[in-house]
Nanobody, 120 residues
Framework: QVQLQESGPGLVKPSQTLSLTCTVSGGSITTSYYAWSWIRQPPGKGLEWMGVIAYDGSTYYSPSLKSRTSISRDTSKNQFSLQLSSVTPEDTAVYYC????????????WGQGTQVTVSS
């Protein structure tokens, strides 16, 4: 059973960088044919895909967030991380990490989500 757990600060000040880590257990982030995503849900809105890091370390980002987003990984800890720079209150959301199959359609495991609020 694969499990994902998000961690990081729940409160970030405007203009700072939001940093979150997803710790994966029960499966390796380097296993072929899987990728690892960050997805968020602002209050009252739908899910927004932010980006993904594949099993080989390649990354893909949402065009609307690409200039501010970076996804990296630490294979020794089986973790992958999100950094979102220059945050504003519009970045307030529940942030999820999830595993997706190589078709980039089937999301089969999700973290429970972590609330991040951007406020001074």
């Amino acid at each position: 059973q694969v499990q994902l757990q998000e961690s990081g600060p729940g409160l970030v000040k405007p203009s700072q960088t939001l940093s979150l880590t997803c710790t994966v257990s029960g499966g390796s982030i380097t296993t072929s044919y899987y990728a690892w995503s960050w997805i968020r849900q602002p209050p009252g809105k739908g899910l927004e895909w932010m980006g993904v890091i594949a099993y080989d370390g390649s990354t893909y980002y949402s065009p609307s967030l690409k200039s501010r987003t970076s996804i990296s990984r630490d294979t020794s800890k089986n973790q992958f991380s999100l950094q979102l720079s220059s945050v504003t209150p519009e970045d307030t959301a529940v942030y999820y990490c999830a595993r997706v199959h190589s078709d980039y359609v089937w999301y089969d495991y999700w973290g429970q989500g972590t609330q991040v609020t951007v406020s001074s």
